[in-house]
Structure formats: C-alpha cells, structure tokens
C-alpha cells in the first residue's frame, strides 16, 4: 500500500500540472494584442452621458467683460463634456450661466472687472428658472484664462451635482 501512494501522488500532481496548461493555450502577449482584421479606435469619443447642454449669456458694458463671456462660450464649445446653446428657442432642459460685468473703475475702465456668475437650471421654454449656485467677484486682463478655467471647472461640478435635473 505504501509502495503505490507515491506513484498515486505523482499522477495527480502530472494530472493537475496538464490542466493547468490546457487551460490557457494563448499568452499574456497573444491576448493583449490587437486582433487583425479589427479596426483599433485613434480618436477618443465624447462621452454622452455626461454631455450638458450650456447657455452663456452675458449683461455688461465693459471690454474684459466682453472678453470673458467669449473665452467662456470658446471653452464650453471645445469640452467634451458641454454643448453649446446658442438657440434660445430650444425647448429642452439646459443651464444657464449667467454672467453680469462691470468695470471695477468707471473712470479707469480697462484696470480691472467686477463679475457675477449665476448659473440656473431651466427645464425649458416658459419654465422658471431655478438657482443652482452664484459667485462674484474681481478680474483683470491677466487673470482672465484662470478665471474661464475655475468658471469652467465649477460648472462641471454643478452639472455633476445636479445630474438628476437633466434626466
């Protein structure tokens, strides 16, 4: 009895040991490629379900404002994750940035701008609008890029946050 436990010991061990390679016939390297015949994507595409449809729309008289309200629409135009709406008579959901400028100094009129930032959600055409956040504040002509960046970034978050509206 005990001469034949070793041979009995070596055939499971040649057995499990012959499972384990059938298992997996294809390398780590043969899976990771590409398969031929199989066009690979190059471009990333934009993601729909985080898609938010935006509308600027600025009140104020001064240049930096002027600049801001464009450099505004110009980012939110090129990020995957907001369309642009231009058409006001569009009636789907959307948020509304609201921007009104001033200048800092009446006087001195290209030093500085004092900005407000509203941005509300309208469910459409002949709805009423519902704040969703605001913030104020100073800017000058070399700020500006920082400013769109943070007005940006903010607006992501809301359209985050507040997700559901859209839905």
Request: with cysteine; aromatic share 8%; glycine share 8%.
């Amino acid at each position: 009895m005990h001469a034949i436990r070793p041979f009995v010991l070596l055939f499971a061990a040649v057995a499990l040991a012959a499972s384990c390679f059938s298992a997996s016939p294809v390398s780590a390297a043969q899976a990771a490629a590409p398969q031929a015949g199989k066009p690979v994507q190059d471009a990333p595409q934009k993601n729909v379900d985080r898609t938010t449809v935006v509308n600027v729309q600025i009140d104020g008289t001064d240049s930096i404002g002027a600049r801001l309200s464009t450099r505004l629409k110009e980012r939110f135009n090129q990020s995957s994750l907001f369309r642009l709406n231009a058409d006001e008579e569009r009636d789907a959901p959307e948020l509304r940035v609201l921007l009104n400028t001033a200048p800092e100094f009446p006087s001195r009129p290209g030093v500085g701008s004092v900005y407000g930032v509203c941005w509300v959600f309208s469910q459409g055409k002949g709805y009423l609008g519902y704040l969703l956040a605001r913030e104020v504040g100073t800017v000058n002509a070399d700020d500006l890029d920082a400013l769109v960046d943070k007005l940006v970034e903010r607006t992501d978050g809301i359209a985050a946050k507040y997700g559901n509206l859209w839905k």
